[in-house]
């Protein structure tokens, strides 16, 4: 059986991404997960019953849902605005996640980030790491050039192509 803050990381995470359904089965206990606009609400069966294990569990998620929104609109549209201008360039390509994950800017909090606005890269260069289920995959920049902006900040959840860079190709 999960514990309730990997339920809750679950939630979170389930909450932050584009996925309406997801279902986890193991060892007898089986969670199902919905989302649409209103709320999310998260449902907990155990097959064998136990004084312990609450057999239908409810969490309905509307009201934390609203203000995290609000505060983060501000921010994305000002990213947004900030990146108009540059995605206009024909020169610019876009190194975009291969997954859903956790961006990190560099390989471990206490290093530097693997590159910043302005670095030059190779088609190998290593530009981050998106860590999805524990993995860390390090991401190349698959093309030469030069960093233009950085579009998702340190420890920011990515969608499966979503844009993490935009670089000047030489």
């Known amino acids: 059986m999960l514990k309730i803050q990997e339920i809750r990381e679950i939630i979170k995470l389930i909450d932050q991404s584009n996925i309406d359904e997801f279902t986890y089965e193991n060892e007898g206990s089986k969670i199902n997960m919905k989302k649409n606009a209103a709320q999310t609400v998260v449902s907990t069966q155990v097959a ?8 239908q569990q409810q969490v309905p998620q509307a009201a934390p849902q609203a203000p995290a929104q609000q505060a983060q609109t501000p ?3 000002a990213k947004q605005e900030t990146a108009a201008p540059k995605q206009e360039d024909a020169n610019l390509h876009k190194i975009t996640s291969p ?9 471990s ?10 670095d030059k ?5 290593v530009v981050c790491i998106v860590e999805a289920m524990k993995l860390f995959n390090e991401i190349e920049a698959e093309v030469k050039g030069e960093i233009v902006e950085v579009l ?11 844009p993490l860079f935009l670089v000047k190709t030489i």
């Open 48 to 55: 064998a019953p136990a004084p312990q294990a609450v057999p």
């Open 75 to 77: 921010a994305a549209e």
């Open 99 to 107: 997954m859903v994950g956790t961006f990190y800017a560099s390989p």
């Open 109 to 118: 909090p206490d290093q530097a980030a693997y590159v910043q606005e302005g």
């Open 121 to 125: 890269v190779g088609e190998n260069s």
């Open 152 to 162: 998702v900040d340190n420890g920011q959840l990515v969608e499966y192509g979503q």
